[in-house]
């Protein structure tokens, strides 16, 4: 099992920056992707930013250029640098990771933009 907590989430206004980080703990040998993904109200889960384990990554259209994804191998940590803002960007933000064919999820940290 692999334990995934968020933190960094929190009130903006556009245009401002956040930093979000996931820690991995549990059984964590062999976790490969990890990610960050988001759900807005009444809007179906998407995939923001995915980084595999040799640090290869892909980021939805929509935050390309204004989000970056990093990984600390040897600390299990992943996160999103988030920057330039927008009221659209305002979500329930979720860390991923794929350990041999399953999939972990973190609880979620609230990113609300203000306009």
């Known amino acids: 099992q692999v334990q995934l907590v968020e933190s960094g989430g929190g009130l903006v206004q556009a245009g401002g920056s956040l930093r979000l980080s996931c820690a991995a703990s549990g059984s964590i040998f062999g976790i490969d992707a990890m990610g960050w993904y988001r759900q807005a109200s009444g809007k179906q889960r998407e995939m923001v930013a995915s980084?595999?384990?040799?640090?290869?990554?892909n980021y939805v259209d929509s935050v390309k250029g204004r989000f970056t994804i990093s990984r600390d191998n040897a600390n299990n940590m992943v996160y999103l640098q988030m920057n330039s803002l927008r009221p659209e960007d305002t979500a329930v933000y979720y860390c991923?990771?794929?350990?041999?064919?399953?999939?972990?999820w973190g609880q979620g940290t609230q990113v609300t933009i203000s306009s």
């Open positions: 991923k990771a794929n350990q041999g064919g399953i999939t972990y």
């Open positions: 980084i595999s384990r040799l640090g290869v990554t």
